[in-house]
């Protein structure tokens, strides 16, 4: 699936959309460059998974991860300063994948080789200042969700 989000709102409403689609367990790779929009559409996510309004989302950068407790607990990574899958590997990431929540990785093309076949991939990119490119892919089942839940953009349209 592929969608083209015209400002930072409609990046937070597509996450909110996948977010509320999201169940425990679920795993979500981000992968694009700085500023393409990897925290911003985790805040989004945050909401849809029912993260408290009044709990800022930051990127996780310098201590790696954030977790956030919701309608489901959200487990936000941001890999970008490891050097690749061992440093996960040696910390006992599987604490946080397999801990019950929804886990969110920006930069997840760093620890590829350790996401599960079942991983819902979010390739982001800046097309210029306001305009980001999403391509989703993902298990059929969970495709499926979004692609209902994503067809309409409402008064908030994106393409
Ligand atoms: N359509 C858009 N979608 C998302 N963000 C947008 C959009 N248009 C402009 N922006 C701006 O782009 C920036 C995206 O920053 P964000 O921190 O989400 O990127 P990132 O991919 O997480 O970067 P990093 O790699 O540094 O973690 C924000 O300042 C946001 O306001
Ligand atoms: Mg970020």
């Known amino acids: 699936m592929k969608l083209i989000s015209d400002s930072?709102?409609?990046t937070l409403e597509i996450g909110r959309?996948?977010?509320n689609?999201?169940?425990?367990?679920?795993?979500?790779?981000?992968?694009g460059e700085l500023g393409s929009g990897k925290t911003c559409l985790t805040q989004?996510?945050?909401k849809g998974l029912g993260v408290a309004e009044n709990v800022p989302v930051v990127s996780p950068t310098f201590t790696l991860v954030?977790?956030?407790?919701?309608r489901v607990p959200l487990v936000h990574l941001d890999v970008y300063r490891l050097s690749g899958p061992r440093d996960l590997e040696d910390m006992g990431y599987e604490?946080?994948?397999y801990g019950g929540g929804v886990v969110v990785i920006e930069w997840a093309e760093k620890i590829r080789r350790i996401l599960p076949e079942r991983t819902l991939v979010i390739r982001m990119a800046y097309l210029d200042e306001n305009t980001r490119e999403l391509i989703i892919e993902g298990p059929p089942g969970?495709?499926?969700e979004l692609e209902k839940r994503l067809e309409s953009g409402g008064s908030?349209?994106?393409r």
């Open 21 to 31: 689609a999201l169940a425990p367990g679920d795993i979500v790779a981000l992968i």
């Open 17 to 19: 959309r996948i977010g």
């Open 44 to 46: 989004g996510m945050a």
């Open 66 to 70: 954030n977790e956030y407790p919701g």
């Open 8 to 10: 930072r709102e409609q």
């Open 95 to 97: 604490e946080y994948f």
């Open 142 to 144: 969970t495709m499926a």
């Open 156 to 158: 908030n349209s994106w």
